[in-house]
């Protein structure tokens, strides 16, 4: 190395503590730089890699601010793009006449971009590249903060590659914002949130009163069904299908009666069908 390069740990208090450190950091020479991707490739140098990429925060926190118009924190938005530096520095290939900035930038920024998708709305955006594209450049394209003109959505349409709807849709999402269904722990009586206008099908009084009318005739009709059995029919059907416990098997109730676990499981189906008679009629 053509000079000792002092690499300090960044100041873990505020942002702007960390953001002063590591603009202190010292910069690299293109020979140290690659002398540094030298040793992390061929040597797998974990101090090599540190140099390089503590060398290059500040880039870091630069392209970060750029994206702080999504109201997400700007030290998420850091450490975010300090991942991406890190597998930038990981995949840097010296011999190629690049320097690790210019290398670095998409990293950074996919990173960046990746984040902000998953965290920007509940409700996820731009799942496409060329919707991701229209997310991240339409804020820059648009003249001034009023609504797109027909004529500049077609015009931003055109340049990105995406039709002018989808334009009109990302600039709608975009202005817009998240609304919780609930309305939370709030006490006004007057304040209605989404989910009070959700329909409730259960909710509805005809359907409450069918359904209590068919559970009793259910109920009654059960209970009329077994009592038109025989006792042993009867005694079976609930130690099979009734008892809360544990049900009986055609083997104990064979051995219990006397009788084959066929001939059990002959009575129980005639037992059976006849109530089933009985139900449907109820009902």
């Known amino acids: 190395m053509s000079q000792a390069l002092s690499f ?3 100041a873990a208090g505020s942002i702007d503590q960390y953001i002063q ?12 730089e690659v002398e540094l991707a030298t040793r992390l490739r061929d040597e797998g140098s974990v101090e090599a890699a540190r140099k390089l990429v503590m060398s290059h925060l500040r880039v870091v926190v630069a392209i970060a601010r750029g994206y702080l118009g999504y109201g997400l924190p700007h030290a998420d938005l850091i450490q975010e793009g300090n991942i991406g530096l890190m597998k930038a520095v990981k ?6 006449g690049v320097r690790l900035v210019s290398f670095a930038i998409h990293w ?12 920007w709305r509940l409700v996820k955006i731009a799942t ?3 919707q991701r594209k229209l997310f991240f450049n339409l804020r820059s394209m648009k003249q001034d903060s009023g609504t797109l003109s027909s004529d500049e959505v077609r015009a931003v349409a055109t340049q990105l590659g995406v039709k002018p ?6 600039e709608t999402r975009l202005g817009g914002r998240d609304i919780p269904l ?3 722990s709030d006490d006004d009586e007057d304040r209605y949130a989404p989910i009070a206008y959700l329909p409730d099908p259960h909710a509805e009084p005809s359907e409450v009163l069918e359904q209590a009318q068919m559970a009793h005739l259910q109920d009654s009709g059960l209970r009329n069904a077994l009592a038109s059995l025989d006792d042993r029919s009867r005694q079976i059907v609930q130690r099979r299908w ?3 416990d544990q049900s009986a098997t055609l083997h104990e109730l064979a051995a219990e009666y006397g009788v084959s676990a066929e001939r059990i499981r002959q009575i129980e189906a005639k037992a059976m069908q006849k109530m089933r008679g009985m139900l449907a009629e109820a009902v």
């Open 8 to 10: 300090p740990i960044p």
């Open 21 to 32: 450190s590591v603009n202190r950091m010292p910069l690299l020479s293109e020979q140290e």
């Open 91 to 96: 995949r840097f290939d010296p011999t190629r």
């Open 108 to 119: 950074i920024k996919a990173e960046i971009h990746e984040y902000i998708l998953k965290n």
């Open 128 to 130: 496409t590249k060329a």
């Open 165 to 170: 709807e989808e334009v009109v849709e990302m």
């Open 182 to 184: 609930d309305a939370g």
């Open 242 to 244: 009734l008892n809360e």
